[in-house]
């Protein structure tokens, strides 16, 4: 089983050597500091002396939760929209796996392109829709820096969860749906009551998948705001990669990142159990 | 309104909304295509009617971008890691598809489990140890933690292809004297071929557009092409001319790529995802 080994040395040993180093003073400049033995400390300094720690875990929360919420609403709806098959529909279907494969941190950029105040092209859409945004210098704001960061997320994971959600309604068996209408049942109805409980498997593996990588959220950020303005949108990742590697602080950031993956075993297991269920 | 009027806005409606979508989803690639091709002075402009000019690609790959050498890292270090991590890749899923293994559920869960562990948290060990040994910035290092994310992925992805195929002809040809390996040679993989090479076209994207190792562990030698945007922030802000004609040499091989599998591309996505 060479390729158990290699999975092992690639992602199972990074992972205990990082928890060796989160309990280490760990600085990159000095030498022999990243086996100078250091106990709790680091966690206790994240979670006592740290503000900036739990501002990016709010950023990541929140981002977390909205980005979620809206990916699914809007994939879901994207997806009653396109399901029913036909040529426009399923050509739409194509495109939308164009944006999926353009990198994330080539969606920052994109989006950077766009908000710019003098020649971006969703700040003229925006001004003429809702005249007080005119010229509004979108990424120096926080909080509109931050609504643009959802929103080239929102837009980079639709069309990825649209296709999932288009491949769970097509197994939601059509003569029930007919049946109800038949019932005289109303769209909004038939919906709520036949097609959403079917749906909800497929539903629950998408929202917890997205969750995973809202958490884990690096590339845009990088490339959108770097974090900022401020620590506005500094996601927690984003901070592990400031204090890591432009502070050189190892110990502190391997801590910080552990306590990234006890969220992440939750939804690995809540992912997993899913899945095997299906299987 | 009648019954019939209603149902054609309905309809009306949907096409409407299908269109907005569409043109939703396509804009901000459309946009830098666009903006790929005019002048410097075009791009500062809202113009949707200019000349095109081909000048961005030229000024891209010429000193001081280069962006010829970050096509050429890029490149090999996606061949490479697919080569490499499809024939294991393909082993694994084989045992795990038509053995039944000692603690194989745990072992899958496992592999998956660590798809979602955050490439910030095992980035932070494989740079210390690439600096102590001499990897940092070099092809080899960058494929080596490449293979980290690709590989639980195509393992599950494989594993996917393979359960499909029946086993009857197998135990067929076991019965006639055939070896397990002449077995997997001869009858699984020509029968598993699209999946392989739509794994692999998989794997190729996911390593082509990796960003946060290439950001930590190369420099200047081993750059890749996502982490050579960042070249085009110049004193004077961002040389948007010059960057979208770098998006759109990053972005137009993975699109033709992912037009060529789209049709696995769900059933792909939902088993392993992307780091």
Request: glycine content about 6%; charged content about 10%.
């Amino acid at each position: 089983m060479p390729a158990v080994l290699v999975v092992f040395a690639t992602a199972i040993w990074p992972l205990i050597e990082a928890a060796r180093l989160s309990f280490t003073v760990g600085r990159l400049n000095r030498p022999g500091s990243l086996d100078q033995y250091l106990g709790w400390e680091n966690y206790t300094w994240a979670f006592f002396e740290e503000p900036a720690f739990w501002n990016s875990v709010w950023v990541t929360g929140v981002y977390t939760l909205l980005t979620v919420g809206l990916t699914t609403i809007c994939a879901l709806g994207l997806a009653l929209l396109l399901a029913p098959g036909g040529r426009l529909r399923s050509s739409a279907q194509t495109l939308l796996i164009l944006p999926f494969a353009m990198s994330p941190a080539l969606i920052g950029v994109s989006f950077r392109f766009m908000f710019n105040p003098e020649f971006g092209l969703f700040d003229a859409f925006f001004g003429v829709m809702i005249p007080p945004l005119a010229d509004v210098s979108w990424l120096a704001d926080p909080n509109l820096a931050f609504a643009v960061v959802v929103m080239a997320d929102v837009w980079g994971w639709i069309p990825f969860l649209t296709l999932v959600l288009i491949g769970g309604l097509a197994s939601v068996p059509r003569d029930t749906i007919e049946a109800a209408q038949v019932d005289g049942a109303s769209g909004w109805r038939v919906f709520k009551d036949v097609t959403l409980p079917q749906l909800a498997p497929v539903l629950a593996v998408v929202i917890i998948l997205k969750s995973i990588f809202s958490l884990k959220t690096f590339d845009q950020v990088f490339m959108l705001t770097n974090g900022g303005p401020g620590t506005a949108t500094q996601t927690l990742s984003h901070y592990i990669y400031f204090n890591g590697m432009k502070y050189g602080q190892i110990g502190y950031s391997a801590s910080v990142a552990w306590l990234m993956v006890i969220p992440m075993i939750f939804l690995t297991y809540a992912y997993a159990k899913f899945v095997f269920r299906k299987a | 309104m009648t019954g019939r009027q209603k149902k054609q806005l309905w309809h009306a409606l949907h096409t409407a909304l299908i269109l907005i979508a569409m043109f939703v989803m396509l804009v901000p690639s459309l946009w830098i295509f666009l903006a790929a091709f005019k002048s410097h002075v075009d791009v500062y402009q809202l113009k949707l009617f200019f000349t095109p000019t081909l000048e961005n690609f030229g000024v891209v790959f010429d000193d001081p971008y280069r962006l010829g050498e970050k096509l050429y890292n890029s490149t090999i270090v996606a061949f490479v890691t697919v080569l490499f991590a499809i024939p294991i890749a393909t082993l694994a899923a084989y045992s795990f598809s038509r053995f039944s293994l000692r603690g194989e559920t745990l072992m899958l869960v496992t592999i998956l489990a660590t798809q979602f562990v955050p490439a910030v948290v095992i980035i932070l060990p494989f740079f210390v140890m690439f600096r102590d040994i001499g990897l940092l910035d070099t092809r080899v290092g960058l494929i080596l933690v490449n293979l980290a994310i690709v590989m639980p992925f195509a393992i599950w992805m494989i594993k996917g292809f393979i359960d499909g195929i029946p086993m009857d002809t197998e135990e067929a040809a076991m019965v006639d004297g055939s070896s397990r390996l002449q077995v997997i040679r001869n009858i699984v993989l020509p029968m598993a071929s699209p999946g392989l090479l739509t794994s692999a076209i998989f794997c190729f994207i996911i390593a082509w557009n990796e960003f946060l190792f290439a950001l930590i562990l190369t420099n200047k030698e081993a750059v890749t092409l996502p982490i050579g945007l960042a070249l085009f922030k110049g004193e004077e802000g961002d040389l948007w001319n010059l960057l979208s004609a770098a998006g759109i040499i990053i972005m137009a091989p993975m699109f033709v790529l992912a037009l060529m599998i789209r049709k696995y591309f769900v059933q792909g996505m939902t088993m392993g995802a992307v780091r």
